[in-house]
């Protein structure tokens, strides 16, 4: 009984340790429970938050959108107010350039009507001027008194003939040079009358003869040299420096009034085309007529394709004895102007600048830039003209004499070069001019009904100025080649004479006193130039020693 009392003791003994176990276990749960109780609300709390947090980023990015949608609206509607503006700025500035254009060109007319009775009354007095300089000098003989009548009623007859009548009625074309090829010139009767000793040369005249020298290949000048070098016409360097009139129906010009090219970008713009088939840089010379202010000169680019960027030596270009001189190919601008005045510094910088922009659109990956250093200025000291009429034929005579002996020691600006060439080639150059295109006139001139070529007589032989003969005469530093025999024996006769006119002398002063009563601008020695050039005539004020008054007043008389 014993035994079995025991074993249910035992049974319960084990049951309330498990009791106790699970009790403990249960009390341990119950607490992770709360813990984890506790950590979920705290999570639900921050979740919370978060949420709210979100929602205001939310309405915060709202309105920032619509702060940026307001202003990008305000944005637009200030750029269309602003454009509005400027068009109508445009309008206004367009309507004041307008009118001042309209006043100017009527200021413009009122000052060349004034001009040109002006010019009428002084020319008038010029006229009454050489009558009274005529009475006072008088004549040799009767018929020498004549055969002057004479001749200056012919010249009289045939100027007045050619500004009544029409150009297109009248004009005869003599020849063109070169013949039956495109782009060649043509020289008219109009043309051939600029070769009087009385005249300037016009750019027909020039162009021809130039084209001449280049194309003829008769031994003038080297023709090998003359391949190896370009020539510009005489309207090149107007061209390049004019603005060109904005084209019909546009208010702006779509390149001179584009502000995003410089001065030098619009001046090659006008000449771009010129040199299409030419690359300036392989030729050794570039020959540039220049007419500016009623006057003729002419710069001779050498060598512009061997400039560098470098600064040229300041060595002497030419060394050697005096029996063999070697002259250096030196880049250069030469400048010949039989009557300087100013150093044309400004007119070599425009062919730089023209050369810069030249080479940049010719030559690729390779800049370069013009300076005086690299391609340097010089006006050689070169035999000039005499007289107020022969720029344009020392022109002529400065370029056909460069290619006949191109390398000189140009860059000494004290060396003396009137050995270059002679005296009366010069003197002698409108007649051979003359003789020139009569040749060519008879030989292109052909066999059929057509009328009969008539050459004008005129008087070829240039004439020194009186003033400059006397200058020369008595200056001793000049050679005798300035002054031929025949000069110097005029000289002395007229010195002769002046003797054996000494009463006569005493006329001559009331006569000229007289004649500045009647204008004083004779007095002041204001000469006047009328060009006449198709239908239109144009007038140049000009100042100089001499001016032919028989021509002049046809001219003016007519207009």
């Known amino acids: 009984m014993s035994n079995i009392d025991e074993k249910p003791a035992i049974s319960k003994g084990k049951d309330s340790d498990m009791l106790e176990e699970i009790n403990s276990k249960y009390v341990e749960l119950k607490i992770e429970k709360d813990l984890l109780e506790a950590?979920?609300?705290?999570?639900?709390?921050?979740?919370?938050?978060?949420?709210?947090?979100?929602?205001?980023?939310?309405?915060?990015?709202?309105?920032?959108?619509?702060?940026?949608?307001?202003?990008?609206?305000?944005?637009?509607?200030?750029?269309?107010?602003?454009?509005?503006?400027?068009?109508?700025?445009?309008?206004?500035?367009?309507?004041?350039?307008?009118?001042?254009?309209?006043?100017?060109?009527?200021?413009?007319?009122?000052?060349?009507?004034?001009?040109?009775?002006?010019?009428?009354?002084?020319?008038?007095?010029?006229?009454?001027?050489?009558?009274d300089i005529a009475a006072k000098d008088g004549c040799d003989d009767s018929k020498s008194c004549k055969d002057n009548l004479q001749k200056e009623k012919k010249v009289t007859i045939s100027v007045k003939q050619s500004f009544r009548e029409d150009p297109s009625d009248n004009a005869t074309t003599y020849c063109q040079y070169p013949p039956n090829v495109s782009g060649n010139i043509s020289v008219t009767n109009e043309d051939y009358m600029c070769l009087g000793a009385s005249q300037f040369l016009n750019d027909?005249?020039?162009?021809?003869?130039?084209?001449?020298?280049?194309?003829?290949?008769?031994?003038?000048?080297?023709?090998?040299?003359?391949?190896?070098?370009?020539?510009?016409?005489?309207?090149?360097?107007?061209?390049?420096?004019?603005?060109?009139?904005?084209?019909?129906?546009?208010?702006l010009h779509p390149i001179e009034d584009n502000s995003d090219l410089t001065d030098s970008q619009k001046m090659y713009e006008r000449v771009r085309k010129w040199t299409k088939r030419v690359d300036?840089?392989?030729?050794?010379?570039?020959?540039?007529p220049i007419h500016e202010k009623a006057h003729w000169y002419v710069c001779i680019i050498c060598y512009p394709g061997e400039v560098s960027e470098k600064a040229m030596d300041e060595d002497t270009s030419a060394c050697g004895d005096e029996s063999k001189v070697v002259v250096e190919k030196k880049p250069c601008i030469l400048v010949f102007d039989s009557l300087p005045d100013g150093d044309k510094a400004d007119i070599c910088?425009?062919?730089?600048?023209?050369?810069?922009?030249?080479?940049?659109?010719?030559?690729?990956?390779?800049?370069?830039?013009?300076?005086?250093?690299?391609?340097?200025?010089?006006?050689?000291?070169?035999?000039?003209?005499?007289?107020?009429?022969?720029?344009?034929?020392?022109?002529?005579?400065?370029?056909e004499s460069f290619f006949r002996t191109p390398m000189r020691d140009w860059t000494d600006s004290s060396a003396e070069h009137r050995d270059w060439f002679h005296k009366e080639e010069a003197m002698k150059k409108r007649g051979k001019i003359a003789q020139l295109i009569r040749n060519l006139a008879v030989k292109q001139k052909k066999t059929g009904n057509e009328k009969k070529l008539v050459f004008p007589d005129l008087d070829f032989k240039s004439v020194e100025s009186p003033m400059k003969k006397l200058k020369l005469a008595s200056d001793p530093k000049h050679s005798e080649d300035d002054l031929s025999k025949d000069e110097v024996e005029a000289s002395e006769s007229r010195n002769r004479g002046n003797e054996a006119k000494s009463e006569s002398s005493e006329d001559s002063e009331k006569g000229s006193n007289d004649l500045s009563k009647r204008d004083p601008g004779v007095a002041k020695s204001r000469m006047v130039l009328f060009h006449k050039r198709g239908n239109k005539v144009s007038v140049v004020k000009r100042c100089g020693e001499e001016l032919d008054l028989k021509v002049k007043k046809i001219k003016v008389s007519e207009l």
């Open 39 to 131: 950590k979920c609300e705290s999570l639900e709390l921050k979740s919370k938050s978060s949420d709210e947090k979100i929602k205001t980023l939310e309405i915060c990015h709202y309105d920032l959108l619509k702060r940026v949608n307001e202003k990008l609206a305000n944005d637009k509607k200030f750029e269309e107010r602003i454009s509005d503006l400027e068009t109508k700025i445009d309008t206004l500035v367009r309507k004041d350039t307008t009118l001042a254009k309209m006043d100017t060109s009527d200021n413009e007319e009122t000052i060349s009507t004034e001009f040109k009775e002006v010019t009428l009354e002084r020319l008038t007095a010029l006229e009454n001027k050489l009558h």
């Open 204 to 251: 027909v005249i020039i162009d021809f003869f130039l084209k001449y020298l280049q194309l003829s290949k008769n031994g003038v000048v080297d023709d090998d040299l003359m391949s190896k070098t370009h020539i510009f016409t005489n309207f090149f360097f107007n061209r390049l420096t004019t603005r060109p009139s904005t084209p019909k129906g546009s208010k």
């Open 280 to 288: 300036l840089f392989e030729k050794e010379f570039i020959v540039v």
């Open 349 to 399: 910088s425009t062919l730089r600048s023209y050369l810069t922009m030249e080479w940049e659109a010719k030559v690729s990956g390779n800049a370069k830039v013009f300076t005086e250093q690299n391609l340097p200025q010089y006006n050689p000291r070169v035999r000039g003209q005499k007289n107020s009429k022969d720029c344009g034929i020392f022109l002529l005579q400065y370029v």
